[in-house]
């Protein structure tokens, strides 16, 4: 039986909503100016935003191959199905999606989303701290490294007439963001363990040293303050990371990490604990797609987590640490209406170590085909630099249109 270590299984972090998604720690790190880049050639003034949920998602539910004749049996009562109350939503005549994404779903109808299936990262073992270093530093291996591949990316791009900038969202910085280049200045402040008055002494002192920094330190507290309101219900265009990202000055490139997908118990199916969080998330994807408003033309949204999780249910009806799972794709700038997947099957010998979806597409394989596509990165750069050591891992070609 598989040990499970430092999990976060508490019911309330199930209860993850589009507040908590959009502007859940959107006052904890600031973010500052960063070198101009180019615009495409085209015209196009991209954006690209990267949201990782840690804790590892179930792919087999959130885009469950129903067409699969081994897949009913091995996720047994939490598996989805095309017909009854809380049907799944059909994106093909194999694949569906968790009906808790209605949002996502529409996107995909119009051609503005798309899914990779049986996906990872070069890490093949089970633990969250070194997958999601994996994940965030882009390095084949965990090495507890201070940069992410993100911001290599960041520095590698052209430079240009436009002001760009980067937003984290979080605790902390996420390590996919960190760098120790000088073209990125990151102080993250834990304003919200703080009261009011300190928050803005904060702001005083940094208005004095960093008149940027300190602008968006205020900014981040206005944020802060909109969440503890008493209208928790979402406004289309209000978001504050978004809103962020849709104004001229602002950020092209986000990042944002939120916790909680750590399901080894009480999963639940069509309802339930996932679902609550696919919720949330297909809330928030609907949330930036409105505050951006016509940025969302040039905007990919990439979501990724550090690994998958096993393809059979567990005796607590949830899934334990895996392997293979999905990456998903949303935005104007997506060419989408398509699941992308070698799809392996479920069969026991065509399962990872007979327990997990064995994956067949490299998650860096996607970024470094989003990167491309979206700032004209070259591959020499994305290989050796971004994503080092990665030269066999090609580019997934086609993903932006």
């Known amino acids: 039986m598989e040990t499970k270590l430092n ?51 179930d792919g087999l539910a959130t885009v469950a191959p129903i067409g ?23 994106l093909d005549s194999f694949f569906a999606l968790h009906p808790a994404m209605p949002e996502f779903a529409r996107m995909y109808r119009e051609k503005k989303a798309a899914v990779v299936h049986a996906v990872a990262t070069s890490y093949r073992e089970r633990s969250h701290f070194d997958g999601q270093d994996v ?25 240009g007439e436009r002001v760009t900038s980067a937003l984290g ?15 990125v200045s990151w102080t993250p402040v834990a304003l919200p363990q ?51 990202m849709a104004a001229d000055d602002g950020p092209r490139i986000g990042a944002l990490a939120f916790d909680g997908w750590d399901t080894h118990a009480n999963e639940g199916g069509p309802v339930g604990r996932l ?48 392997t293979g799972t999905v990456a998903l794709l949303a935005g104007g700038a997506v060419k989408g209406g398509r699941v992308i997947t070698d799809w392996p099957g479920l069969k026991p010998a065509n399962l990872y170590q007979a327990r997990d979806l064995a994956p067949t597409t490299d998650l860096r394989a996607i970024m470094k085909g989003v990167l491309q596509d979206q700032f004209g ?8 630099t971004v994503f080092p050591d990665s030269g066999s891992v090609r580019p997934l070609k086609g993903l932006v249109g």
């Open 7 to 57: 999990c976060c299984e508490s019911l309330s972090s199930a209860a993850t909503s589009r507040r908590a998604v959009l502007l859940g720690g959107a006052s904890f790190a600031a973010w500052a100016y960063l070198p101009k880049f180019a615009r495409a050639a085209d015209g196009r003034d991209p954006r690209l935003v990267v949201v990782i949920l840690r804790g590892a998602l």
């Open 68 to 90: 699969d004749p081994d897949y009913a049996g091995l996720h047994g009562s939490i598996a989805l199905t095309s017909g009854g109350p809380n049907a799944a939503l059909m």
């Open 135 to 159: 994940l965030e530093s882009g390095f084949a291996g965990p090495g507890r490294v201070q940069s992410g591949w993100l911001n290599r990316a960041l520095e590698s791009l052209p430079k």
């Open 169 to 183: 969202v979080g605790p902390t910085t996420p390590l996919v963001l960190r760098g120790a280049a000088p073209t």
């Open 194 to 244: 703080a009261g009011e008055d300190t928050a803005m002494r904060l702001v005083e002192l940094y208005r004095q040293r960093d008149p940027a920094l300190a602008a968006a330190l205020t900014q981040g507290l206005a944020l802060d303050k909109a969440a503890q309101g008493d209208d928790m219900r979402p406004k289309p265009g209000t978001n504050g990371a978004a809103k962020l």
């Open 275 to 322: 679902a609550q969080l696919l919720s949330g998330l297909d809330g928030a994807l609907a949330e930036f797609e409105n505050g951006l408003g016509p940025r969302w033309r040039d905007t990919v949204v990439v979501v990724v987590t550090e690994f998958g999780r096993t393809a059979r249910i567990n005796g607590t009806a949830g899934t334990d640490h895996g």
């Open 377 to 384: 990165l070259a591959e020499r750069v994305l290989a050796a």
